[in-house]
């Protein structure tokens, strides 16, 4: 259904559009005064011109062709830049590894629109990996894809649907404080060093590598953990 008529000396539109979903939307627009057109022929052209005009809905979408290499370069080019504050450094290390290690390598030649959720789950499982560091990977993939969706390079998640447990098989050792001095008088300075700053502070493991001197104040006692 498609007219064009006055309200209150205004000129409207009324359009039918279908939306992604299947479903009539009624809109209407308003193309101006009485005034502004000499004569109704005038208006009616006009709104054949909107009417005939296609909505964003009717418009095809192209994903933009795009490896997931690519898109790796896209994403640390953006967003794991060192002037970057958004993400801590550890986190960017963490990224820039899982990146390099577990996902160019397998995906680097996928085309955006070759991956597929399955493929995706089956390949996580087949890791010889903890199940958090699974569920990582498997994470950095998902931000990868929003990254490219943000980016207007693509246009859907596959890995959304992709279920990956981060709850540990079984139940970790904890050692109890005469057994961490015993394994401190078997190491070397450096790497006594590591697990004496592990023991006493629980800090993770990505957080100990990303440690500096600079890190350190001795002078008041604490530590600035990134």
């Given at each position: 259904?498609?007219?064009?008529?006055?309200?209150?000396?205004?000129?409207?539109?009324?359009?039918?559009?279908?939306?992604?979903?299947?479903?009539?939307?009624?809109?209407?627009?308003?193309?101006?005064?009485?005034?502004?057109?000499?004569?109704?022929?005038?208006?009616?052209?006009?709104?054949?011109?909107?009417?005939?005009?296609?909505?964003?809905?009717?418009?095809?979408?192209?994903?933009?062709?795009?490896?997931?290499?690519?898109?790796?370069?896209?994403?640390?080019?953006?967003?794991?830049?060192?002037?970057?504050?958004?993400?801590?450094?550890?986190?960017?290390?963490?990224?820039?590894?899982?990146?390099?290690?577990?996902?160019?390598?397998?995906?680097?030649?996928?085309?955006?629109?070759?991956?597929?959720?399955?493929?995706?789950?089956?390949?996580?499982?087949?890791?010889?990996?903890?199940?958090?560091?699974?569920?990582?990977?498997?994470?950095?993939?998902?931000?990868?894809?929003?990254?490219?969706?943000?980016?207007?390079?693509?246009?859907?998640?596959?890995?959304?649907?992709?279920?990956?447990?981060?709850?540990?098989?079984?139940?970790?050792?904890?050692?109890?404080?005469?057994?961490?001095?015993?394994?401190?008088?078997?190491?070397?300075?450096?790497?006594?060093?590591?697990?004496?700053?592990?023991?006493?502070?629980?800090?993770?493991q990505s957080e100990l590598f990303?440690?500096?001197?600079?890190?350190?104040?001795?002078?008041?006692?604490?530590?600035?953990?990134?």
């Amino acid at each position: 259904m498609k007219r064009s008529k006055a309200w209150s000396g205004r000129l409207a539109v009324s359009m039918v559009r279908n939306s992604g979903n299947g479903q009539r939307v009624y809109r209407k627009r308003v193309i101006g005064t009485v005034e502004q057109y000499s004569d109704a022929v005038e208006a009616r052209r006009f709104a054949a011109g909107i009417l005939a005009m296609p909505s964003p809905a009717d418009l095809p979408t192209k994903p933009v062709a795009m490896t997931i290499a690519e898109l790796g370069q896209h994403f640390q080019h953006r967003e794991l830049a060192r002037d970057d504050n958004w993400r801590s450094y550890s986190t960017r290390r963490n990224y820039e590894f899982n990146l390099r290690k577990w996902i160019i390598p397998r995906w680097g030649n996928y085309a955006l629109g070759e991956v597929r959720t399955i493929e995706v789950e089956s390949w996580l499982r087949s890791l010889p990996l903890a199940r958090s560091s699974c569920a990582k990977i498997r994470n950095l993939m998902s931000v990868l894809f929003n990254h490219a969706w943000r980016y207007e390079l693509f246009d859907r998640n596959p890995i959304k649907l992709v279920r990956q447990s981060a709850k540990r098989r079984a139940a970790p050792n904890v050692l109890a404080p005469a057994e961490i001095k015993l394994l401190l008088d078997h190491l070397d300075l450096r790497e006594r060093t590591l697990v004496l700053v592990a023991a006493s502070t629980g800090l993770r493991q990505s957080e100990l590598f990303a440690l500096k001197w600079g890190d350190i104040d001795f002078s008041q006692g604490t530590m600035n953990v990134m």
